[in-house]
């Protein structure tokens, strides 16, 4: 996560999520962070790895860029909680003939 005041913070979340038919009203939790009350500019999302399941056949795809950016700023008020929801576009990230994800991010933020 980047703010404006203390610049890139890091957090480590080692967790296997199956994206595939979540919405924002299933949302997997990836983690809860506690952050100081600021504003944020932005999230750096690193993937490591992304296995696809096709026709029964588990393929491993290559990644277009290991993060995934959400430029998208929000500010965490003091002693609240804000939640993001990082969605992601499978018709667009997906490319089955060359076997490349590419993470194009959405989000939502409350």
Request: hydrophobic residues 35%; neutral net charge.
């Amino acid at each position: 996560m980047h703010s404006n005041t203390s610049g890139w913070q890091n957090y480590t979340i080692d967790k296997t999520v199956n994206i595939y038919g979540l919405t924002t009203s299933n949302a997997s939790l990836l983690t809860n962070i506690s952050l100081h009350a600021g504003k944020y500019t932005m999230i750096r999302l690193y993937i490591s790895k992304v296995n696809v399941i096709f026709s029964g056949t588990n393929e491993t795809f290559s990644m277009s860029a290991q993060f995934a950016f959400i430029n998208h700023p929000f500010t965490v008020s003091p002693h609240s909680t804000t939640t993001v929801i990082i969605e992601f576009d499978l018709h667009s990230d997906l490319n089955l003939q060359s076997k490349i994800f590419t993470p194009y991010v959405g989000y939502t933020t409350n």
